[in-house]
């Protein structure tokens, strides 16, 4: 089952997702990556195997970003291989983690690539952030690409998304996989586990099917299935960061 952990901050994010990870490892996975943006682009390692090996390239090579995602991927669509493992880049514009299954992916893959895109995976998520591009290229702001976007697929998500465009927003939904949204002092995360983030937040919203969630530093708008604006309720959670260290 895979992990999603993603932040945008005041201060470097790398040190969050790369925890965040960590404490998501009990879902099971075959590889981790974790994309940031800086300097208007985006940088990306992925590596193979475990957190630690992600963790050592990121020794070996930083990341500096206050806006990123992350993940650790269990292989469905596409054998366990770096080019297979999230996130997955489209057009040096966007940024996907995804956890679930695109069910229509196939067709969907077919007309993309009619229409000029590159695919450098076998995963079904590729074609999700093909399909927010399409729309962005249509002149669509970001939340208005994802929404029509997710209208074309069939299946299951958890989605976290970035535009190196638009470097101050993560755009978060939700279609039957679980995704929380963490709440912190001036800087707001996502995750597939609210244990990803007790190390900076225990206050969080639960997103509902259909949910997409526009978060910034200072702002969080969630928008329901129908496009309505809508007020989930933040709730502290009862877990503490000490007590699940210790418990396992």
């Not at 290229?137 to 958890?158: C, E, H, I, K, P």
Request: a negative charge.
């Amino acid at each position: 089952m895979c992990g999603i952990v993603g932040a945008v901050s005041h201060t470097d994010v790398a040190p969050i997702l790369l925890e965040g990870l960590k404490r998501l490892e009990y879902r099971g996975y075959d590889s981790a990556g974790m994309a940031v943006i800086h300097n208007g682009g985006f940088q990306r390692r992925r590596r193979l195997g475990k957190v630690k090996e992600l963790a050592r390239a990121l020794d070996e090579s930083p990341l500096p970003g206050l806006i990123g995602i992350a993940h650790t991927r269990w292989a469905t669509h596409g054998v366990p291989a770096e080019h297979n493992a999230h996130p997955h880049i489209c057009n040096n514009r966007i940024a996907i983690v995804h956890n679930g299954i695109i069910e229509n992916f196939q067709e969907l893959k077919v007309s993309q690539t009619e229409a000029g895109f590159n695919f450098t995976s076998e995963t079904d998520t590729e074609v999700i952030a093909h399909q927010i591009v399409f729309y962005l290229n249509q002149g669509q702001d970001l939340l208005q690409a994802v929404r029509s976007a997710l209208a074309d697929f069939q299946g299951a998500y958890a989605l976290g998304v970035i535009d190196c465009n638009d470097p101050d927003r993560l755009i978060a939904a939700r279609q039957g996989s679980p995704l929380v949204i963490g709440i912190g002092e001036g800087q707001n995360f996502i995750a597939s586990d609210i244990q990803a983030l007790l190390p900076v937040t225990q206050r969080v919203i639960y997103l509902e099917n259909g949910d997409v969630a526009d978060i910034q530093t200072g702002a969080i708008n969630i928008l329901d299935d129908s496009g309505q604006r809508v007020s989930r309720p933040v709730k502290t959670s009862s877990l503490s960061l000490s007590g699940v260290e210790l418990g396992g």
